[in-house]
T-cell receptor, first 112, second 108 residues
């Protein structure tokens, strides 16, 4: 059984650029959630995808968008990067939306 | 005010001590999760609770739905337990709200 994987591990971008982060869910899981964790803070819910449809969204602006593919892998896209977007981005997969979540190792994004 | 509050924020214990981390929440929930995060970011789900108590090895988690409170206990603590412990609640709309975490250091 393959766990949740994320790529890339680290990424450095400059203000105004766009970034795409990727997540492969655990085998058998059809739900992927994305979180942003700023340094010293708890994770903040960005959104969740269930069977390729957005299934809940936190308090993030529209420049944060996502996709889920038929194999249930997912992407998080962030446009017009701002310095405050620097954070650890975590994805987690689950069998359904409310069940136990399995987290990936995260992508650490630095915006300069 | 954060919907999920944890205490203490930081905790240092001697190896072998009994540890309690508390979580209070102010909203209706369908489930509560305890997570462990090690340096470098990796998060592991420890427990998912909707009522009562669960035990796994030296870890025990309890929840009181009426009082909107949960506790995570670690018996016979060990230096490898050193990590950040995060409480997260699941609300309607499949939204998770997280506490800011309790940073635990267990000294040999």
């Amino acid at each position: 059984e393959t766990g949740v994987t994320q790529s890339p591990t680290h990424l450095i971008k400059t203000r105004g650029q766009q970034v795409t982060l990727r997540c492969s869910s655990q085998s058998g899981h059809n739900t992927v959630s994305w979180y942003q964790q700023a340094l010293g803070q708890g994770p903040q819910f960005i959104f969740q995808y269930y069977r390729e449809e957005e299934n809940g969204r936190g308090n993030f602006p529209p420049r944060f968008s996502g996709l889920q593919f038929p194999n249930y892998s997912s992407e998080l896209d962030v446009n017009a990067l701002e310095l405050d977007d620097s954070a650890l981005y975590l994805c987690a997969s689950s069998v359904t939306g409310g069940n136990e979540q399995f987290f990936g190792p995260g992508t650490r994004l630095t915006v300069l | 005010k954060n919907e999920v509050e944890q205490s203490p924020q930081n905790l240092t214990a001697q190896e072998g001590e009994f540890i309690t981390i508390n979580c209070s929440y102010s909203v209706g929930i369908s489930a509560l999760h305890w997570l462990q995060q090690h340096p470098g970011g990796g998060i592991v789900s420890l427990f998912m609770l909707s009522s009562g108590k669960k035990k796994h090895g030296r870890l025990i988690a309890t929840i009181n739905i009426q009082e909107k409170h949960s506790s995570l206990h670690i018996t016979a603590s060990h230096p490898r337990d050193s990590a950040v412990y995060i409480c997260a609640v699941l609300r309607a709309g499949n939204q998770f709200y997280f506490g800011t975490g309790t940073s635990l250091t267990v000294i040999p």
